[in-house]
């Protein structure tokens, strides 16, 4: 998805042949609900690779700090071949199994076969699951994953049916 | 969680002791998802403390309405008691 007009987002898809859907969301309507239009103030959606789950759920997401940062082809599909319960080595040197250039961007092809289900995007569904705005007492929160102080991540998806958490939100003084 | 970037605060997380992880976010995305990004101009998260079961329900919260917000670790304790922490 972008934000550019409907003729610019066609123009891209035949310039690359692209077999998948390409969204584009002109108002920015989408972009901005998802928190993602004007993020780093240049006016465009900031780029954000979703991860989305059978049911809706995100299972991972990263936003890039610029412009070019995005996962690799290789990351996305260990994340994919996860859900799917299948083993990442067996997606070794699939089409599209690349570390970047245009590659990164062409998601379709042999490697992703029979993992359709895991990368089935329903737009009208996700933003119920995303939940975006303040959660209320009962309501299933988002899940996140984010980098943490000691150089690792942590999502809160790590403590389902495990722990209680405390979340908070704070302003570090250090 | 806070919108700073922690990324080279390892050596003041070791000196304070912290035993959980102190996770950052510096594009704003999942206070923004929250509303509890910038609601007091101060560019920063705004404080607030939840409680989230196992199930991942939000089952407590206190939303304060600045940075400087904060709960006592025992109204914490008795609301994860509630829940059978």
Excluded: C
């Excluded at chain 1, 928190?35 to 809706?56: K, M, N, Y």
């Excluded at chain 1, 961007?105 to 076969?113: E, V, Y």
């Excluded at chain 1, 389902?160 to 405390?166: G, K, Q, S, T, Y």
């Excluded at chain 2, 409680?51 to 670790?73: C, E, F, M, P």
Aim: hydrophobic share 40%; proline share 5%.
């Amino acid at each position: 998805m972008s934000v550019d007009s409907a003729p610019d987002a066609l123009a891209m898809k035949n310039e690359y042949g692209l077999e998948f859907p390409v969204l584009y969301d002109a108002d920015t309507s989408v972009t901005t609900e998802w928190g993602l239009f004007d993020l780093l103030g240049d006016g465009l959606s900031a780029p954000a690779t979703f991860v989305i789950r059978t049911d809706g759920s995100i299972e991972t997401q990263l936003v890039g700090s610029n412009i070019g940062e995005r996962p690799s082809t290789n990351s996305l599909l260990e994340v994919l071949a996860s859900l799917a319960g299948m083993d990442s080595s067996s997606l070794n040197g699939q089409p599209g199994g690349g570390s970047g250039g245009e590659s990164d961007t062409a998601m379709s092809g042999d490697a992703m076969d029979g993992m359709e289900d895991a990368v089935t995007v329903q737009p009208t569904a996700v933003p119920e699951v995303i939940s975006i705005g303040s959660p209320a007492i009962g309501d299933l929160v988002p899940d996140f994953n984010l980098p943490t102080a000691r150089g690792d991540s942590v999502s809160l998806s790590e403590y389902a049916e495990d722990r209680n958490v405390v979340l908070v939100f704070f302003r570090a003084w250090w | 969680m806070t919108t700073q970037d922690l990324g080279a605060a390892s050596g003041s997380i070791d000196s304070v002791g912290v035993q959980f992880p102190l996770a950052y976010d510096v594009t704003k995305v999942v206070p923004r998802q929250w509303e509890r990004f910038d609601n007091f101009k101060t560019e920063l998260a705004d404080a607030a403390v939840y409680v989230i079961d196992k199930d991942g329900r939000l089952v407590w919260q206190s939303l304060g309405d600045n940075y400087r917000h904060q709960v006592s670790a025992t109204t914490v304790l008795k609301q994860l008691d509630s829940i059978g922490s």
